[in-house]
């Protein structure tokens, strides 16, 4: 059971936006970074966003993220049939002393 | 090209024992923290363990402290993974993780092997 909390599935028709929270605690998102990681099926997780808000080289600037307080956002526009995926926040937990991973969301593009 | 290559995977009963092994190339690989992160099917990824820069800082779940051990060797770019007192819940695709940063307080991870599949089985 994750201390960070993901919505389950959103979804949206090509071409639109989603945005993805992820609600936390004062002990991991309020006090460090977050990351974000997009997984296609039967591969690795891929990073997306780190710290916070920043993209790696070859992401393309249609993923966005943001962070207040306790929670974080991923942001999709421009949505693509290539965007199906699982999709998970991560940071790391002061109480905790562990890295952790958010529950998961499955975008679907209608 | 960085790349991370797991090994070791493979079926063993309840209560057993595995060593995992992770190489990394195309990357200087003493800068950087290491962790293993592993996924049951179905699941989403759950962080086992990291280690710092130069492996003097370590940490564990709670589902594995006491039971797994991480470490890694510099001189031989190779990050390992002893688990002991294996429990059937503990299958899943072992993953190893790089660290954007050195240390053990870790933020995010920018490359990922393919995975070894570790089974736990009676």
């Known amino acids: 059971q994750s201390v960070l909390t993901q919505p389950p599935s959103v979804s949206a028709a090509p071409g639109q936006k989603v945005t993805i929270s992820c609600s936390g605690s004062?002990?991991?998102?309020?006090?460090?970074?977050v990351s974000w990681y997009q997984q296609l099926p039967g591969t690795a997780p891929k990073l997306l966003i780190y710290?916070?808000?920043n993209r790696p080289s070859g992401i393309p600037g249609r993923f966005s993220g943001s962070k207040s307080d306790t929670s974080a956002t991923l942001g999709i526009t421009g949505l693509q049939t290539g965007d199906e995926a699982d999709y998970y926040c991560?940071?790391?937990?002061?109480?905790?002393?562990?890295?952790?991973f958010g529950t998961g969301t499955t975008v679907t593009v209608l | 090209e960085v790349q991370l290559v797991e090994s070791g995977g493979g079926v063993v009963r309840p209560g057993g024992s595995l060593r995992l092994s992770c190489a990394g190339s195309?990357?200087?690989?003493?800068?950087?923290?290491l962790s293993w992160v592993r996924q049951a099917p179905g699941k989403g990824p759950e962080w086992v363990s990291g280690?710092?820069?130069?492996?003097?800082?370590?940490g564990y779940a709670d589902s594995v402290k006491g039971r797994f051990a991480i470490s890694r060797d510099n001189a031989r770019n190779s990050l390992y993974l002893e688990m002991n007192s294996l429990r059937t819940e503990d299958t899943a695709l072992y993953y190893c993780?790089?660290?954007?940063?050195?240390?053990?307080?870790?933020?995010?991870?920018?490359?990922w092997g393919q995975g070894t599949l570790v089974t736990v089985s009676s």
């Open positions: 710290d916070s808000n």
């Open positions: 004062s002990s991991n998102i309020g006090n460090n970074y």
């Open positions: 993780a790089r660290s954007m940063g050195a240390g053990l307080r870790i933020y995010d991870f920018d490359y």
């Open positions: 280690i710092n820069w130069k492996g003097g800082r370590t």
């Open positions: 991560g940071t790391w937990d002061d109480s905790l002393s562990a890295f952790v």
């Open positions: 195309g990357f200087t690989f003493e800068d950087y923290g």
